[in-house]
């Protein structure tokens, strides 16, 4: 830690210098990144918004129909399925990752010389693109000729994981975790680090276990690396859909078509345009919605440290 | 704001600016090259194909001896549909591309973006699959690779070991089922997944076509959507129920993707007995075996049922392939290009590859394919055929047909008992 | 003092290892040996012989011109986002009050932005610049993706940089842009290093940009070039798993050389 004497000595020898204003960033920092994600993000954002109130197939001007893509919506059952598959893979998803990540984040970040090595090799998956490795669980989920025929103790009804709608959320789940429990344990990792090594050796002193060192001290200091990652997952959960693509296309029949697959095949599938907009910005509500709370609710915005009273 | 961050938020601005100008300046120079330009440059758009070598040797053929060139693009297969559907509204859109014809190309044809063919072209192609390429009344499609029709598949030395042959009838079929059951090998291998739903796709078409004969699908396909409602239809889906429940198809096809081999592995393997299906399947086939297809690789049409209206000889499955020709092909040189198609070195180029072009040539080129006993039969049957339905998802574009598939394959998964799937499949367009 | 060796994390990481170790297997497994054993024994078993042949077919197909494309594409992307992304998380956390809520909530929305939806303007967009079919027109639209989840992670990193450190700066009359360049760069590498890994990759396996963007063999990235083997009815599994295990051996050599820069930078985070 910087000594704080040291601090006060320059403000002590300091003559009548600006106050805090000086060494603050303004707006102008900000404005070429907001400038350039306002032309490639938000220009087209506001143009999908737009279309949700036009019908178009992508080749003809689009047709202006106010709100009839939105009543449409309102009462489409399908939506409904959808977003309440969508909600289940979603809490699936946090359910497995978080744990899992949490307790490979803070393992790989001890000093350890094997957790290094092992560390890079957990780091794989992350790797592969989304398409690759939905290919590859494909192939390896094949019934006949994939993990279900080689270890069929581990399967449950007769090795037919994508034939049913439990067997199929658990691949999808599973599939994704694969994928990126290495990404939020490379975020817990980071975090885990900064924990000052002195909190745990007092705790230590005090005869606390490993246990209730890791819920006590570990688990309250990463809460901001909490919050950053349960946003990646829902934002992922949100707009995600090649896995639901590549592996069950929404199957078996519609039990897996979530909301962000189901805006997808109305868009590029049925080449309804303006309703897969209308699904679009409902998904964008949706998810900024979500982030928001969960900022608001850790005091996120405040933008202070963890560290703060220490 | 004090002067200093003012300073800077400009500067920042303004090298902001800099980036994005240099960046366009340095993108213009190849935003010409995409599209066809008026000097007769046509750019061709096609999928990643195993016959992508012989449309290129076509078209670097054609480029030596004409003024305005070709230039062939190969897309992902995944994607390619959709690439196809965002450039055709923009300037970027191709001056040919290839396509499956039907009502797939119905959008296109509304909003004015393909050009109408030359007639004297028809005249070197066989008639059936011509029928896909004309659509809404207007020729827009040439056809420009094999024909894939649908047929049975079966394993030879599986069929010699129980003693059967292969099956001629519906009851046949059905006896089969238990011939092999009790021998432990699963009857029809099909592949039961959402990503390949098309599979069973092909069981309702031939059952239907059986039963209730084409006008069924042809009333459907030229717009009447309560034709579902015809009693062929039901009966299909009934059938279909009852092969599944006696175990026809095994019990574990509701996971199984046919990409990679998924169905074809188990048939070459001696799991399975037969497998419904195209005629690209031989090329898997060979991949997976080449002993297997050699010596006991066996193919007959789908068999007729007692009682039904439809032909024995009917075919159903993907007549063709098509090249389009669209308003951005500017000149001669995209008309040019159309005629070298039905060029013997073409065809010959798409025999060698194992196609069965549809032209009228390929008969006397067929003894040059690497399996003339196999090819004579995909041309016997398509060249006889009274009638050669295209497959539902084409004929109808993927509007109409992604959420047919949905419910064919819950008829398959036991989702929709063949009543509801009527009913569903009706619903779509209400 | 010495603690009992932690059994319950031995047993979970080994658990682990064979939850990623068996598709990596399977991954390799597939990619060196030959397309017939392949297509009859399946992706688990060890195939009689093992074979180049797969690596010399992806090669052949002109494979590592895409991988070089992706290589220029990820680099770019990753200046671009980090040379946007740290003047802004760098405002949105020592900014005053109305910029750090608006321009961080704007980039919290810009989150939940779903590429497949706004892929049709922006297709129109990049065309309307004359950047169809170049590499910019697939750089643009993934660095402005990526910007959202650096900021994220950015800002929470400077965050953990304690006020009096900035205190302290600004009464030496530091400005802004030698605040950030000295201290809070330096004090932040490892939220950097993170969103930059996080910013290649999303470059290094984008599909649907480049799909739509571009058209020509001669922009073709890596992903693209993956599908060159896989058609509609078919796919040549080895071959399409030997040119996913190419495509992730540069990416892994950045990750092994820039780990020790990121374990330094994680080991320093914090101004011990």
């Known amino acids: 830690m910087v000594s704080l004497t040291s601090a006060r000595t320059v403000r002590a020898a300091a003559p009548s210098r600006p106050p805090l204003k000086t060494g603050r960033p303004g707006a102008g920092w900000a404005i070429p990144g907001l400038v350039f994600f306002g032309v490639f993000a938000l220009l087209p954002m506001a143009g999908v918004v737009y279309l949700s109130l036009t019908s178009w197939d992508g080749i003809t001007a689009p047709q202006f129909i106010g709100w009839h893509n939105w009543s449409r919506f309102l009462g489409d059952h399908q939506i409904v399925q959808s977003t309440i598959v969508t909600a289940i893979l979603l809490l699936g998803n946090i359910a497995v990752q978080a744990p899992i990540s949490i307790l490979l984040g803070v393992w790989a970040a001890g000093k350890q010389r094997n957790r290094a090595v092992l560390t890079a090799i957990f780091f794989l998956p992350l790797l592969l693109s989304t398409a690759a490795t939905s290919v590859m669980w494909r192939q390896l989920l094949d019934p006949n000729f994939g993990l279900p025929s080689k270890m069929s103790w581990l399967f449950f009804g007769d090795q037919n994981m994508l034939g049913t709608q439990a067997g199929s959320i658990v691949c999808l789940i599973a599939v994704t975790s694969w994928q990126f429990v290495p990404f939020h344990s490379l975020l817990y990792q980071g975090a885990a680090r900064n924990v000052p090594e002195t909190l745990y050796q007092a705790a230590a002193l005090d005869g606390a276990g490993r246990a209730r060192q890791f819920f006590s001290i570990t688990l309250p200091l990463l809460r901001n690396t909490i919050v950053t990652s349960t946003t990646f997952m829902v934002v992922g959960g949100l707009t995600a859909f090649d896995v639901v693509l590549l592996l069950t296309n929404g199957g078996p029949g519609t039990d897996t078509s979530t909301l962000p697959f189901t805006m997808y095949q109305t868009a590029f599938v049925t080449y309804d345009y303006g309703y897969a907009a209308a699904v679009a910005t409902f998904l964008l509500l949706l998810a900024t919605g979500a982030s928001l709370l969960l900022v608001r609710l850790t005091g996120y915005t405040k933008m202070t440290s963890t560290q703060e009273g220490l | 704001m004090n002067n200093v961050s003012r300073r800077q938020a400009l500067a920042a601005l303004a090298g902001g600016a800099a980036i994005m100008a240099t960046t366009a300046a340095c993108g213009f120079k190849s935003a010409n090259a995409t599209a066809s330009s008026a000097d007769g440059d046509v750019s061709y758009w096609t999928q990643v194909d195993p016959t992508n070598t012989v449309q290129q040797a076509a078209i670097s053929a054609f480029n030596k001896t004409s003024k305005g060139q070709v230039t062939l693009s190969t897309i992902a297969s995944a994607g390619y549909l959709g690439k196809v559907q965002t450039a055709m509204g923009s300037s970027a859109m191709p001056g040919l591309f290839f396509n499956w014809g039907g009502g797939s190309l119905s959008p296109y044809i509304k909003a004015g973006k393909l050009v109408e063919l030359d007639p004297s072209l028809k005249s070197h192609f066989l008639a059936s699959p011509l029928q896909a390429g004309i659509v809404d009344g207007k020729f827009v499609g040439v056809p420009c690779r094999g024909t894939q029709p649908v047929f049975l598949y079966y394993n030879k030395a599986l069929f010699a070991q129980a003693g059967v042959k292969p099956p001629t009838t519906y009851s046949d079929l059905t006896s089969l089922v238990t011939v092999f059951k009790k021998r432990g090998i699963t009857p029809f291998t099909i592949a039961g997944s959402g990503t390949s739903s098309w599979t069973e796709l092909m069981w309702v078409e031939y059952l239907v076509d059986r039963v209730g004969g084409p006008g069924v699908f042809s009333s459907i396909a030229g717009g009447d959507w309560s034709t579902w409602k015809d009693a062929s239809v039901l009966q299909a889906a009934q059938m279909i129920a009852e092969l599944i429940s006696s175990g026809a198809f095994g019990s574990n096809f509701g996971s199984v993707n046919y990409g990679a081999g998924g169905t074809s592995t188990l048939l070459a393997d001696g799991r399975a007995a037969m497998q419904l299906m195209g005629s690209w399947d031989y090329a898997t086939l060979a991949q997976i075996s080449p002993s297997f297809v050699k010596n006991d690789l066996g193919y007959v049409p789908f068999p007729s049922v007692e009682g039904g209206k439809g032909d024995a000889g009917n075919v159903s499955g993907n007549p063709t392939n098509y090249i389009s020709m669209t308003t951005a092909a500017a000149g001669t040189t995209a008309a040019d290009f159309l005629k070298t198609v039905y060029r013997d070195d073409y065809v010959l180029g798409l025999v060698k590859d194992g196609e069965v072009p549809v032209t009228t040539n390929t008969k006397s080129l067929l003894s040059q394919s690497t399996d003339p006993a196999y090819s004579s039969f995909l041309y016997d049957l398509v060249a006889g055929a009274p009638a050669f339905t295209q497959s539902w998802d084409q004929a109808l574009g993927s509007t109409l047909a992604t959420p047919m598939l949905t419910e064919i394959q819950k008829l398959f998964n036991g989702q929709d008992s063949p009543q509801q799937f009527v009913s569903n499949v009706l619903a779509i367009q209400g | ?272």
């Open chain 3, 1 to 272: 003092m010495k603690q009992r060796p932690n059994y319950f994390a031995g047993l979970a990481t080994f658990i682990w290892l064979l939850i990623i170790g068996v598709p990596l297997y399977a991954l390799i497994n597939t990619a060196i040996g030959p397309q017939d054993a392949y297509s009859q024994n399946g992706p688990l078993t060890l195939p009689t012989h093992f074979t180049l042949s797969n690596v010399t077919t992806v090669i052949q197909s002109g494979f590592l011109g895409y991988i070089w494309n992706t290589i220029l594409v990820s680099t770019a992307t990753v200046v671009l986002v980090l040379a946007f992304s740290i003047p802004i998380s760098f405002a949105v956390v020592r900014g005053s009050g109305w910029i750090t809520r608006g321009v961080f909530r704007v980039f919290l929305l810009g989150l939940a932005i779903p590429a497949q939806a706004v892929i049709i303007p922006l297709f129109l967009i990049i065309n309307q610049l004359g950047l169809y079919d170049t590499l910019w027109g697939v750089i643009l639209p993934t660095a402005a993706f990526s910007m959202p989840v650096s900021v994220l992670v950015i800002s929470g990193g400077m965050r953990e940089i304690s006020s009096e450190l900035y205190e302290a700066m600004a009464l030496d009359g530091a400005r802004p842009a030698r605040v950030l360049t000295t201290m809070v760069i330096p004090l932040s590498r490892s939220s950097i290093s993170t969103a930059g890994v996080f910013a290649a990759l999303q470059a290094w396996n984008g599909f649907l940009f480049p799909l739509i963007m571009t058209q020509s063999n001669s922009t073709k990235v890596a992903t693209l070039g993956l599908y060159n083997f896989v058609s509609t009815y078919s796919a040549n599994i080895p071959a399409l798993l030997a040119a996913v295990l190419m495509s992730a051996v540069p990416i892994l050599v950045v990750y092994l050389f820039a780990r020790r820069a990121l374990v330094a930078g994680l080991m320093g985070a914090g101004g011990k």
